[in-house]
């Protein structure tokens, strides 16, 4: 088990940013690929950006490239997702996970842990 939490969320005017944190327990971090995703109201989960193992590859996905950068710190078992241009349509709950496998994994079924999410409300 590895028990992740997330932190960050809150309620942002359209253009603004926010930095959003996920904790994991345990001392086996660099033991697992990262990932992002979010669920806006009425809709399915879906992917948002993925780290590897290592740090060394990311990848986001098309809507929120260039405006999102997720990034980890392996001294303090924490993964960021730093949002800054942001849009109304990016309001949803954002969920962190985490994976044993490798490389860069963008399907929600790959990864093995959940955190339990974090509300991001941007107001236009």
């Known amino acids: 088990q590895v028990p992740l939490v997330e932190s960050g969320g809150g309620l942002v005017q359209a253009g603004g940013s926010l930095r959003l944190s996920c904790a994991a327990s345990?001392?086996?971090?660099?033991?697992?690929?990262m990932g992002w995703f979010r669920q806006a109201p009425g809709k399915e989960r879906e992917f948002v950006a993925a780290i590897s193992r290592s740090g060394a590859r990311t990848y986001a996905t098309d809507s929120v490239k260039g405006r999102f950068t997720i990034s980890r710190d392996g001294a303090k078992n924490t993964v960021y997702l730093q949002m800054s241009s942001l849009k109304p349509e990016d309001t949803a709950v954002y969920f962190c996970?985490?994976?044993?496998?490798?490389?860069?994994?963008?399907?929600?079924?790959?990864?093995?842990?959940w955190g339990q999410g974090t509300q991001v409300t941007v107001s236009s």
């Open positions: 996970a985490a994976s044993l496998r490798f490389g860069i994994l963008r399907a929600q079924v790959e990864y093995d842990y």
């Open positions: 345990g001392r086996t971090f660099s033991n697992y690929a």
